[in-house]
């Protein structure tokens, strides 16, 4: 079977997104997989956060500061979307070599990067030990570790071997740990990471694989962004959070531009972006993440949203996904691993393997040679 041209008709694509064959062809690598078995890794997750200790406790927290990128860097934003509400310290999300000034010995400094050798994470490790921050690592491995060993700096080391945007089960639900063990959270969100992971149970199948295209909410979407430039709205701060995952796990498993934003910024500016978006490219697809009980719980925003999808009008295809899930926790997480799903088979739809990434890798070898030479 070869891979779908745009202007392809919906049936054909419907068949391309069910053959089970052509999707094992293209994914060679095995995300499908991974992204099917997230509630297990949650579980392995949660058992491996157990394992933190904080050990005695000097100076309160008065912020909390994630440091990591890419991958490793949105299970930051998640826990501070999921967090916030139960914190009375800020919770930040720090993606470079340095930190902010702020950061000192009351700052909680998380350094988390799934591979160990991310070369920004490891130079604000470093910033974070002159600060003399309380400090906390979440790795598989790599150089991190070995510093974390090193400079006896508590690590929790997860599981390796897999792609970090494919583990932020592993990633998250330590890092909740560490902020619940280090008095930062005003209550125990564990009964919300059991309803997430129960919820997530149930989204691997309906969005998996053997879910046909007419009962398959990710297959669906996949098939509206093929052949256009997707922009992903939240509709809140924690869909905002969800948007920003959709954008990067287009870019990485469907190799595709896609642009994330959300309300009510939105609102003050790139509104008007799409007055003459015409101009720069004739498809585009909006996606809005919105909470399922938006009506009643957040009524200004479901009147912006109302009216920006009237101004947007028949410019972009309009796409509408709705939050599962009681707790914010939950309801992040839907939204997050419906974006998970559907960028794979966008992948699929653009004949590309949603695992292979040659332009980091190629990215971090060329840096690591020109540090050496
Ligand atoms: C690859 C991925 C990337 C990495 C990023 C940082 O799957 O998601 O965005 O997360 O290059 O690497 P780590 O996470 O190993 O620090």
């Known amino acids: 079977m070869i891979a779908p041209r745009y202007g392809m008709h919906k049936d054909d694509l419907r068949t391309t997104l069910d053959n089970d064959e052509y999707r094992q062809e293209r994914d060679r690598s095995g995300m499908f997989r991974l992204v099917q078995s997230f509630p297990d890794q949650c579980r392995e997750a949660l058992q491996i956060a157990k394992s933190y200790d904080p050990g005695p406790r000097a100076t309160a927290v008065r912020s909390v500061l994630v440091t990591g990128l890419g991958g490793s860097a949105i299970g930051g934003d998640m ?148 052949g256009s430039v997707p922009v992903i709205y939240g509709t809140q701060d924690y869909a905002g959070v969800a948007a920003l995952r959709w954008k990067t796990q287009i870019n990485e498993n469907a190799k595709a531009h896609a642009f994330a934003g959300t309300f009510p910024e939105i609102n003050h500016n790139e509104i008007l972006a799409w007055e003459e978006c015409r101009r720069q490219a004739r498809r585009w697809t909006v996606v809005f993440l919105r909470d399922a009980n938006e009506e009643s719980d957040a009524p200004r925003m479901a009147r912006r949203v109302a009216v920006t999808r009237r101004l947007i009008g028949r410019k972009a295809a309009q796409v509408e996904v709705r939050s599962r899930g009681a707790s914010l926790m939950a309801r992040l997480f839907s939204l997050v691993y419906l974006g998970d799903f559907a960028s794979c088979y966008l992948a699929l739809l653009y004949g590309v393997d949603p695992t292979v990434i040659r332009g980091i890798d190629r990215l971090k070898a060329e840096l690591a040679r020109l540090k050496q030479s």
Do not use: W
Request: aromatic residues 6%; negative net charge; charged residues 20%.
């Open 79 to 226: 826990l501070r979307a999921v967090a916030a509400p139960h914190s009375d310290v800020p919770i930040l999300v720090n993606r470079d070599y340095s930190l902010p000034a702020f950061a000192g010995p009351d700052t909680l400094v998380i350094a988390v990067s799934y591979s160990g050798n991310t070369e920004e994470t490891l130079a604000a490790y470093d910033v974070a030990r002159q600060r003399r921050a309380r400090m906390v690592c979440i790795t598989s491995g790599g150089e991190l570790l070995r510093c974390a060993e090193a400079d006896h700096v508590p690590a929790v080391r997860v599981p390796g071997g897999q792609p970090p945007r494919a583990s932020t089960g592993y990633l998250f639900f330590p890092m909740l740990s560490v902020l619940e063990r280090s008095g930062v959270l005003d209550r125990s969100l564990q009964g919300d990471a059991q309803e997430t992971v129960d919820l997530m149970q149930e989204l691997a199948e309906a969005y998996g694989p053997r879910t046909g295209f007419d009962e398959n909410e990710a297959k669906q979407i996949a098939a509206s962004l093929f």
